[in-house]
């Protein structure tokens, strides 16, 4: 998985002005960095009590670069984001495919919706990863011979899997990412138990890492309110 902050205008202090315009009204660009701990407070108590569009006067972009089955559950996440991906009409797809590695746990115990994974065997990874390759390369070959016969790409692209790679930028706010966080990531902290596929939520901690990095108070904020998007 690739994931990339190719472009932010994002801090804590978005969301201090944002919220400050409620009692300072114009003076509350002014406000900023008067009191550090006031200003923690306030993002605080803005998160604990669900005032959430505060945390909306932010952008983050990301590149992404996951397996077809991952889009699809992150498209699923409509308010407060902009997706653009790559086009199987307009372009070649390029033979990149998933293959797990042997950290992805590979055995499902226990009921939808409250299960566990545990680690494969030995025979089961193996299996894994020499089914996995040789359906590729069989459904590659299929998409070119397609492709080299003068079929169009946009029919011929029907034959490829789900692990498949594809590329896209994704532009969401702190309040949006955090509801995705919250959904796509199990985190000790969670108030609310989360089941999400291992694959979306590694690109999730990745946003999650850069997210940090910009808005530290809001993220705290966030951890310690049992990371419920306000
Ligand atoms: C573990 C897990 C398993 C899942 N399994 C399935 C599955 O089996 N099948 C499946 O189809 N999906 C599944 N999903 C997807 C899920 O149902 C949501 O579509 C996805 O998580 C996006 O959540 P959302 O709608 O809250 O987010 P967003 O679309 O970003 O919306 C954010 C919030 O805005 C509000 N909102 C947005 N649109 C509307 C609307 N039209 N009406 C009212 N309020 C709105 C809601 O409060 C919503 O929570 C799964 C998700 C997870 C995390």
Redesign the pocket.
């Known amino acids: 998985m690739t994931v990339e902050l190719v472009k932010h205008s994002a801090s804590d202090t978005d969301v201090l002005w944002a919220a400050r315009v409620s009692t300072a009204g114009e003076q509350s660009l002014d406000e900023l960095g008067k009191d550090p701990e006031r200003s923690r407070g306030l993002i605080n108590f803005l998160m604990r009590d669900r005032h959430g569009s505060p945390f909306e006067h932010n952008s983050m972009t990301f590149f992404i670069s996951a397996p077809l089955f991952v889009f699809r559950?992150f498209q699923?996440?409509?308010?407060?984001?902009s997706y653009n991906e790559e086009s199987g009409r307009y372009r070649q797809l390029q033979p990149v495919f998933y293959v797990p590695d042997e950290s992805r746990k590979l055995v499902q115990r226990g009921r939808p919706g409250k299960y566990v994974f545990v680690e494969g065997t030995q025979a089961q990874q193996e299996l894994v990863g020499r089914a996995m390759t040789d359906s590729y390369q069989q459904a590659y070959a299929t998409y070119e011979e397609m492709l080299a016969a003068g079929v169009a790409r946009e029919v011929a692209r029907a034959v490829l899997p789900v692990g498949l790679y594809s590329s896209m930028y994704a532009t969401c706010n702190a309040r949006?990412l955090m509801?995705?966080l919250g959904?796509?990531t199990q985190h000790e902290q969670a108030s609310v138990p989360?089941?999400?596929q291992r694959e979306i939520e590694m690109v999730a901690e990745r946003m999650e890492a850069h997210w940090a990095e910009l808005m530290p108070l809001t993220y705290d904020t966030f951890n310690g309110n049992g990371r419920v998007a306000p």
Request: charged share 25%; glycine share 6%.
């Open positions: 559950e699923r996440h409509r308010a407060g984001w949006s509801h995705f959904l796509r989360t089941f999400p």
